[in-house]
């Protein structure tokens, strides 16, 4: 596994639990937007952590973590990374995965084999949008939905969420994207935020807390769960 970062302690990443996140290298996007280009630009790539270290912090940890969050870049790009999902299971930890959606057979294997107990699922855009807000010509719909059919056919917990943007988003867009989603899953829009380490930041910015609000109340009659994550107001 390539780790370029850890996390030590979160509350957020993993809700309801106490946890480490750890973040791998290397992403099938390129969404401008990303907050994380040190790990998914091949020419700005960090070193990488030493597997040997974060399984001995994992050792460490047991009984004082609950789980690991596990993201990046795009975990499931990783060759090995179901020898370690399995190491980190015995350990006795619970694994929240978050990926874009475009390995559904990989993610369906790691899913029968109980190494995973949560994912977030990435939903860039609208489908006729997913190439502008992603950065790769092509984008794998079809890998895509058939990941969405996955989770929301199976009994994992999940969620699906989607970074609301200005400049790549619009109102149009996310009510085309709700009626695409629609269903009873847990579904947060996230507000823009400019890290500092961002692939593509010109032209970016972030909606207000009440046109956040405006959108998920759009998409509920499609989405009923949908909610504005990380404001100051809810719905």
């Not at 993201?71 to 006795?92: S, Y």
């Not at 058939?146 to 619009?170: A, C, N, Q, Y």
Request: glycine share 8%; net charge negative.
């Amino acid at each position: 596994m390539r780790f370029k970062g850890l996390q030590k302690l979160t509350l957020l990443d993993y809700p309801g639990m106490v946890a480490c996140t750890l973040f791998t290298g290397g992403c099938n996007f390129r969404c401008p937007f990303c907050q994380n280009a040190s790990l998914v630009l091949p020419d700005h790539r960090s070193e990488d952590i030493p597997e040997e270290e974060v399984y001995d912090f994992l050792k460490k940890r047991v009984g004082i973590l609950d789980g690991v969050a596990l993201t990046g870049g795009e975990p499931l790009l990783e060759p090995d990374i179901k020898d370690f999902l399995r190491a980190v299971k015995a350990m006795g930890y619970r694994i929240k995965l978050d990926t874009n959606g475009t390995s559904p057979d990989l993610l369906a294997e790691i899913i029968s084999e109980g190494l995973i107990d949560r994912v977030a699922m990435d939903i860039k855009s609208s489908p006729a949008n997913y190439a502008r807000v992603t950065g790769v010509p092509r984008p794998p719909m079809e890998r895509i939905e058939k990941s969405m059919k996955i989770l929301m056919e199976g009994t994992l917990p999940f969620e699906f969420r989607t970074t609301v943007v200005r400049g790549l988003h619009d109102e149009e867009d996310l009510l085309s994207l709700a009626k695409w989603i629609a269903g009873d899953e847990e579904y947060y829009l996230q507000q823009y935020r400019d890290s500092g380490d961002l692939i593509a930041p010109d032209g970016l910015s972030a909606y207000s807390d009440e046109e956040m609000l405006h959108f998920a109340s759009m998409m509920k009659p499609y989405v009923p769960c949908a909610q504005a994550r990380g404001i100051t107001n809810t719905i």
